[in-house]
């Protein structure tokens, strides 16, 4: 049994939720119907800035941040089809891919023209902070006020603001706001620390461990809708995605839609596992586009320094990097590389023993997770394209 569907029963007592699996965003109104007369022209890369708030309690909330860039690093190959898991699908999904042409960097100056990483954090002392609610309406979430014990956000129209903090249950993992949500100190997504980036967890956990929900909400900040509707028809306002009549839950639902089509589990927009979510369409671009235009234009014309990103084609001693060092044992290993290169992996212990090797790596997910048995000091050696660097881990 999936804990999710367990779960489901639980969620309606869950004030300002009304999705019933893990993403909390809610139900689009009428203004999510596809303005088809507005008409996009094509279009060069956008760059959206992003700040990070991290809203923590207890310190393994206040996410480091590797972990956040990390987070980075997917949003840019997923929006950009530059993941590696899309490869690996059939030559039919893969034409339904599409380069969204949007990518992400950290917002290196705030609203006020002072310097900033793109990443604010506060200690708070207010459980749960992530899904408490005020009761009046339209409520104001606490995360996202600082009169409330939150974070104000940055000026909406320019920065997408992530809000990380921890969410009241396990079983909504994160929530977003559509671009046609009025509340502009509200814009934004929210979610659970535990969502975010790629990191070390147990197994039960690794569903949601690849950075993917975020990809997923980030699809409703520009527009994006669920792909199912209980009457088979266009759930989502979408041509391209195949129509279905309930939600998938993982990535083998290929022989079971009641609607007649061939399931795309693949879409970032469905509820499968992050390992197996895999693209957005053609059609799903043309409504982000539209969206962009109509909802967020400054998002077009903002001029808001950060860093660009980049993926370097040479392995040099910056772009090789472990987190947590020192572990507990399970560590990162975060290479910065062009997504096409092939890496080998050596690991040798304190007296050079070679004890693990990896050939021929092309990096389906980012960064590459090693389990150590024993506690000591190893080295880390990577090659690439004729370079080699090595670097130094404590396990503890
Ligand atoms: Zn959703």
Redesign the pocket.
């Known amino acids: 049994m999936r804990p999710l569907l367990q779960l489901l029963f639980a969620l309606s007592s869950l004030s300002g939720f009304s999705?019933n699996a893990w993403?909390g965003?809610g139900l689009p109104d009428q203004q999510a119907e596809l303005e088809s007369k507005i008409n996009v022209e094509s279009r060069s890369t956008i760059t959206i800035p992003v700040v990070f708030h991290v809203l923590w309690k207890d310190s393994v909330e206040n996410i480091s941040d590797e972990r956040i860039y990390s987070q980075l690093d997917v949003l840019n190959t997923d929006f950009r089809a530059l993941n590696a898991n899309l490869k690996v699908l059939s030559k039919e999904k893969q034409n339904l891919a599409a380069d969204m042409q949007i990518e992400f960097c950290l917002a290196f100056v705030d609203p006020f023209g002072n310097p900033a990483k793109g990443i604010t954090r506060k200690q708070t002392s207010i459980d749960n902070i992530g899904t408490q609610n005020t009761v009046s309406i339209p409520s104001k979430a606490f995360i996202k006020n600082s009169s409330l014990g939150g974070t104000d956000a940055w000026d909406t129209e320019k920065y997408l603001n992530i809000w990380i903090g921890k969410f009241q249950s396990n079983t909504i993992l994160a929530e977003?706001k559509f671009p046609w949500d009025t509340i502009r100190s509200e814009d934004g997504i929210r979610i659970d620390p535990e969502y975010v980036g790629i990191h070390c967890v147990d197994a039960l956990k690794k569903r949601f461990s690849y950075g993917r929900t975020l990809t997923?909400?980030v699809?409703?900040y520009l527009g994006l809708l669920?792909p199912w509707s209980a009457d088979c028809t266009l759930g989502d306002q979408v041509q391209d995605t195949p129509p279905q009549r309930n939600a998938y839950y993982d990535c083998n639902k290929v022989d079971d839609d009641e609607c007649g089509y061939i399931p795309l589990v693949e879409n970032f927009?469905q509820?499968s596992d992050d390992l197996c979510l895999a693209l957005f369409t053609h059609d799903q671009k043309k409504r982000v586009d539209q969206m962009i235009s109509k909802y967020r234009p400054k998002l077009l014309s903002n001029n808001v320094s950060c860093f660009p990103f980049y993926y370097p084609t040479e392995l040099t001693e910056d772009n090789l990097n472990f987190y947590p060092n020192p572990s507990t044992g399970c560590v990162m290993v975060d290479i910065d590389l062009d997504t096409k290169l092939e890496i080998e992996l050596e690991i040798f212990d304190a007296t050079g023993r070679l004890i693990h090797q990896e050939s021929n790596i092309v990096m389906s997910i980012r960064p590459i997770e090693i389990n150590f048995l024993q506690s000591g000091m190893y080295f880390v050696r990577a090659k690439s394209n004729g370079k080699s660097v090595t670097k130094k881990i404590i396990v503890l």
């Open positions: 999705q993403c965003t977003s997923h909400e699809g409703h669920h927009m509820f």
